[in-house]
């Protein structure tokens, strides 16, 4: 017994083999199981997002054409900690601006520390399927599929429900709600004990108050939570900037 | 007597310990008055609304990540230089080493507030919420970490066996750097969505599990029976307990994402674990509590050993509850909920919390050479406070969770939830109160025992 009381001993067993082989069944052998399913980079979501005309696609063009000089200057914006360091010279709704956007928009989402009130994962039971979907336009539980891109990495599940959860929301609240709401929630949610974000908007030079360019970021991200889920497209969503 | 005590002072860098005890309690002070900040969020009545750097999301970033690094890596490093050479019989590494250390470690915390709060800059990572590119030079810093206190180990362990406590800091030094490294670089560069979910699940409870429970428990080997004057009751039980422990708790992380896309076999072995340490954990507070037995007289008068013994409850009820909310049946209700918070506060507060703090109240006068802290009255006030401060808020957390998780089901409006909780919510604040108070008198205590001018003696009491 003596032999099993040293540094050694205990270093090499309990630190290193016991925790290796924790680790194996832990994670290592689910993510070998997950290994099939494709890895999205940001710009693979923004071009599936585009080719499938999703309503994360038709709320960014509207976002951009609500607030042109927001989106202007979101085009400019560099910032090195999300990895969004590039100033993008065609400045219309394309698929490098929507990956820019949804990247700034993530970034911010986990800075602000949404994820701390605000879960992304609708689990199969406790009836969240018909809490957090919407009958007939989405109603599925989380699936190991929609979170394997670079968005959810680390994973934004989150641990604890304040307010409810986020990633069926593309089908639950239109642009203006979500505007309005991130400003001042109280606006639209009577008693909801959810802070405003005065920083993400601005005064633009008619005087009216609008999202800046990190709010535009943030409501693009936010309004991309669970879009893909929304089908079919309802008619009144799939218009684009092009007209 | 006083040749012993002069080879004592050789052997332990006072210094280290005094520094990293008084920052580890400063920034307890301060993630606990954030974390009441946030509560008052909840409350609907947060003070400062509409400031970008004092939102309420980027405190509560404060709150957890301060209190793993600013408050509990301060504390338990200051008590293992106080204990680590002393039960081995060797120094540490390196006393410039300690004091680098010592400098960076505030720096890292400081550098973290400042990222957060002001840069806007953290890591969705639940208790890693450093930015990444601070995350290489914490692991980093553990590595300088294991080669300060393993050096004595090692020391020691090439003279004959090791001490329980010696068993759990070998552990827990060979562990906290990989899992640092596994937390918070792997879902970030490797890893992404259940898979990343699965090593972040595993993260949480391995800081938890892997870091703060073997420093916790191996100062509990250590400072009962030196304060008791007594062995262990069993050695078979200590070893019991420990490689239980070792075995079953790195496995348990992916409870904390059950239900979730992770594949169920990860789930169901995660579930297994976990009440399976749940035996581990029993055995070693049976050991804890046959020790005491016959010598329960010091808690009338002992405020430290007190402390250590109300947290060691405290834990047993934290585990206790776990081996049934771990389960499948009992996450349908109560996952997302308020619950979870109890839980969490009741361990990290109320166990590990009180054990520091009763273990530096007990090194605290001794490192000044006096024999007691300064006022009798304020270690008794604080104690009561911080202890009943943490109960009201355990109880009050388990039965808003359940509203909470049974109004979810209900499949009433969201609005409903949070006006059923809100007076929970108010309670929790008070009680929140309650503990922060109770700190602010341990703290002046503290301050009153280092400044005092004459030498504080312990009173004689007939037992």
Same mark, same amino acid.
């Given at each position: ?24 069944? &832990? ?37 951009? #054409? ?101 990633? #069926? ?17 109280? &606006? ?56 | ?17 005094? *520094? ?23 409350? =609907? ?24 690094? =600013? ?55 639940? /208790?890693?919420?450093?930015? /990444? ?29 090791? +001490? ?5 800091? @070998? ?10 490294f596994m937390g918070n670089l792997i879902p970030r560069f ?36 030196v304060i008791m004057k007594k062995p262990m009751w069993s ?10 422990? *070792? ?9 904390? %994402? ?29 050991? %804890? ?22 947290? *060691?409850?405290?834990? /047993? ?32 507060f109320g166990t590990f919390g009180l054990w520091v703090l ?15 802290? +300064?006022?009798?009255?304020? @270690?008794?006030?604080? +104690? /009561? ?6 109960? *009201?808020? %355990? ?5 808003? =969770?359940?509203?909470? =998780? ?33 700190? %602010? ?5 503290? +301050? ?16």
């Amino acid at each position: 017994m003596g032999k099993m009381e040293r540094f050694s001993f205990v270093a090499l067993v309990a630190g290193i083999i016991f925790f290796l082989f924790a680790d194996f069944i &832990s994670w290592a052998l689910p993510m070998f199981v997950l290994k099939d399913i494709k890895k999205k980079s940001v710009e693979d979501l923004a071009a599936e997002a585009i080719a499938k005309n999703t309503t994360a696609w038709s709320d960014f063009n509207k976002l951009a #054409r609500y607030y042109p000089e927001s989106f202007k200057k979101l085009c400019e914006y560099t910032e090195a900690y999300s990895g969004a360091s590039e100033v993008i010279k065609d400045c219309k709704p394309n698929e490098k601006t929507f990956a820019k956007a949804l990247r700034i928009g993530h970034r911010w989402y986990i800075a602000e520390g949404c994820w701390n009130c605000h879960s992304q994962m609708v689990r199969p039971v406790s009836n969240e399927t018909l809490r957090f979907g919407i009958p007939g336009v989405s109603n599925t539980v989380s699936y190991p599929s929609e979170f394997q891109n670079e968005l959810q990495a680390p994973v934004l599940w989150g641990t604890k429900r304040v307010g409810p959860d986020l990633i #069926r929301e593309a089908a639950v609240h239109n642009i203006g709600w979500q505007v309005a709401h991130l400003y001042n929630p109280q &606006s639209t949610s009577p008693g909801s004990n959810m802070p405003g974000y005065p920083w993400f908007f601005e005064k633009d030079k008619n005087g009216n108050i609008v999202p800046n360019e990190r709010g535009l970021a943030l409501l693009t991200y936010v309004m991309w939570l669970g879009s893909w889920e929304v089908k079919p497209p309802k008619p009144f969503r799939v218009e684009t900037a092009e007209k | 007597m006083a040749a012993n005590n002069q080879e004592l002072q050789n052997l332990v860098n006072y210094g280290l310990v005094k *520094a990293h005890v008084a920052m580890g309690l400063i920034f307890f002070i301060i993630v606990a008055l954030m974390g009441f900040l946030y509560s008052l969020q909840l409350d =609907g009545i947060y003070p400062f609304p509409g400031i970008e750097f004092l939102s309420p999301g980027r405190v509560r970033m404060i709150h957890t990540a301060g209190a793993a690094y =600013g408050f509990l890596v301060n504390m338990f490093t200051g008590l293992l230089y106080w204990a680590v050479p002393r039960f081995t019989g060797y120094k540490v590494l390196s006393d410039a080493l300690g004091w680098f250390m010592f400098i960076a470690l505030q720096a890292a915390v400081l550098i973290t507030v400042v990222a957060i709060l002001f840069l806007g800059m953290a890591d969705n990572v639940e /208790w890693g919420e450093t930015p /990444w590119w601070l995350d290489p030079i914490i692991v980093f810093w553990l590595l300088l970490h294991l080669l300060q206190f393993g050096a004595p180990l090692f020391k020691a362990s090439q003279r004959g066996p090791l +001490y329980v406590t010696g068993w759990y800091i @070998s552990a827990m030094l060979v562990w906290t750097p990989l899992v640092v490294f596994m937390g918070n670089l792997i879902p970030r560069f490797w890893a992404v969505g259940s898979g990343a979910g699965a090593v972040q699940s595993t993260f949480i409870h391995d800081l938890v599990g892997l870091y703060v429970t073997p420093v916790a428990w191996g100062l509990m080997y250590y400072f009962v029976p030196v304060i008791m004057k007594k062995p262990m009751w069993s050695h078979g039980l200590s070893l019991l307990g420990f490689w239980g422990l *070792a075995f079953f708790y790195p496995m348990n992380g992916v409870h904390h %994402f059950l239900w979730s896309p992770i594949p169920m076999f990860a789930q169901y072995s995660a579930v297994f674990a976990t009440v399976a340490v749940e035996f581990a954990v029993t055995s070693v507070l049976i050991n %804890f509590m046959m020790t005491l037995r016959g010598s329960a007289e010091q808690l009338k008068y002992n405020v430290p050993l007190r402390y250590m013994y109300t947290g *060691a409850i405290f834990y /047993w009820i934290t585990c206790f509850q776990c081996a049934f909310h771990v389960t499948l049946t009992f996450q349908k209700v109560i996952h997302f909920t308020d619950w979870v918070t109890g839980h969490a506060h009741l361990i990290m507060f109320g166990t590990f919390g009180l054990w520091v703090l009763g273990m530096a109240e007990y090194v605290w006068p001794r490192l000044f050479g006096k024999e007691t802290m +300064y006022s009798k009255g304020l @270690s008794e006030g604080a +104690y /009561w406070l911080l202890m009943i401060g943490v109960l *009201a808020m %355990f109880f009050d957390l388990t039965a808003a =969770g359940l509203v909470q =998780g049974f109004d979810w089901i209900g499949l009433n409006p969201w609005i409903d939830s949070v006006n059923f909780s809100k007076p929970f919510w108010y309670f929790r604040s008070i009680a929140g109160i309650m503990m922060i108070t109770g700190l %602010f008198m341990y703290a002046l205590n503290f +301050y009153k025992t280092a400044t005092a001018k004459a030498g504080l003696t312990a009173e004689l009491r007939e037992v």
